[in-house]
């Protein structure tokens, strides 16, 4: 039976090593991405390395010398002996004598030098490359195209991504780019559940660009300002109730330089009153997170029926010199150098019944 060469168990060898690596990456990045095709994409580097890596020992090996054939050569210059020549003392080719046991190699040498020049090349490519980037990651990184920079802060996890955040920093990006990139950030907090200060950075420049509230701005003001409200379902006429709301500020989601000023604007309305019965005016801390105050209002209807109580809530930011901030008969009043980022409300319903007649 005849035995495979040993360049073939290598090469089986290095194919299933490849391969157990990239499908281990894949299914590693599948999980921290939430995704196939994110998991393939981020795959894919570890791939190309690996088969390189291989690729490069494969052909060292192919080209290391070696023998073959069962020919009898002359240890020093390879010269073959004829099997049925007559017996000289010396070789016809280099003189080198023949007399002693060993002078005498079995098979002829074989050298490829262009696979080991290129194996090596290849093997020290890839070494080189993780040894660069253990050592000065910022060297690889500049020669990283801006796309693919884009790309890996898209969707990475942030706490991977320090170095690439780093050369972001030194380069400049087209504000379509960042409002593209800021939108894939807010995508990829929904999936991670935080985000670094770079990225939130990066999300806060682009909401501040938007002339016109957007879906995507809505939410992410919606994580800088939330409330809850509670009030019983129902009370007898006559009777007040109290609209209890609790605001939640979390200021560091805000990272800009200068920190800019911060005010929350709340009024109390009932039912479709436009006249509001209590305002308040909050100038937050973008320095602290998870600051909440709380927001009751005592309402009594007098008539009976369904009657929804609310608390409109707006949210402003702007200069830190910016004047007083008022409120006028169709809402706060901004001085310049402010505007409303966000607005929403809560409410309840509270149905108000007569009291029960007592039994003659």
Known sequence: MRTRPASFWLASALIAITTLAALAEFLIQ?????????????????????????????????GWPRRIGRGMHCR??????????????QCPECAAPWRWIGKFQSGQRITHRWMIILGIALFSLVSGTWLIRQTAPSILLTWLPTDILLQQLASYPDEDLVDQWSEFDQRAIPIAKLDDLADA???????????????????YGAM???????????????????????????????????????????????????????????????????TPIQTWFWHANVDRDDQERAFNQI????????????IVFWLAIGGENAGEVEFGDNGPVLPQGMRVFNQFEVKRSVTVKEPASSPR
């Open 299 to 310: 309402f009594k209807p007098e008539s009976t029926g369904p009657h929804t109580a609310r």
């Open 30 to 62: 599948r999980d921290n991405l939430g995704s196939s095709s994110l998991g393939m994409v981020a795959a894919l580097p570890l791939l190309i390395k690996t088969a390189t890596a291989a690729l490069g020992l494969y052909l060292i090996f192919r």
């Open 208 to 274: 501040n660009r938007l002339a016109q509230p957007t879906l995507a701005s809505k939410q992410f003001y919606s994580q800088i300002l939330s409330a809850v409200a509670q009030a019983p379902e129902s009370i007898i006429r006559g009777d007040s109730f109290t609209l209890r709301t609790d605001a939640t500020f979390r200021g560091t989601t805000i990272i800009a330089q200068p920190p800019p000023r911060v005010e929350v604007i709340a009024a109390a309305y009932i039912d479709e009153d436009p």
């Open 76 to 89: 020093k210059c390879g010269y073959r002996r004829e099997d049925d020549g007559r017996i000289v003392a």
């Open 185 to 203: 950030l807010l995508r990829k907090k929904q999936r991670d559940r935080y985000l670094s200060r770079a990225s939130e950075q990066v999300i």
